[in-house]
C-alpha cells in the first residue's frame, strides 16, 4: 500500500507523461507544472483531481484502491463551458 504523497506524486509524473505524448500539444509539461485542483484520502483509499497550467490540457482523476493496490486514472477534456443563471438559464447576454 502507498501512503497519499505517493499517490500524490505518481499522478503528478503520470498527468506530466500523458499530456507530454499528445501531439496536439506544443509546450512541454513537468512533473512539477502539474497541480491537485482536490485531493481526499478516506481509509486506505485516495482520490486526487489534477489538471496543468497550459492552454487546451486535459483534467485528469486518479483513484486509488488501498485494498486491490490499484490506481485508476480518468482522463477528461472540456467540451464546452455553457453559462448559466441563479435559476439555471442559459445567460444569452452578460453584463458589462
Given at each position: ?23 496536439d ?28 497550467p ?43
Open positions: 500500500m502507498i501512503k497519499h504523497e505517493e499517490f500524490l506524486r505518481l499522478s503528478q509524473r503520470k498527468v506530466a507523461e500523458y499530456e507530454n505524448k499528445r501531439v500539444m506544443i509546450e512541454e509539461t513537468d512533473a512539477d507544472d502539474v497541480f491537485s485542483v482536490w485531493t481526499c484520502k478516506t481509509l486506505q483509499n485516495s482520490k486526487c483531481l489534477m489538471s496543468t497550459v492552454k487546451g490540457a486535459y483534467y485528469y482523476e486518479f483513484t486509488y484502491n488501498g485494498d486491490r493496490g490499484e490506481i485508476y486514472m480518468d482522463v477528461y477534456k472540456k467540451v464546452e463551458n455553457i453559462p448559466l443563471n441563479e435559476k439555471g438559464k442559459i445567460i444569452v447576454e452578460r453584463v458589462k
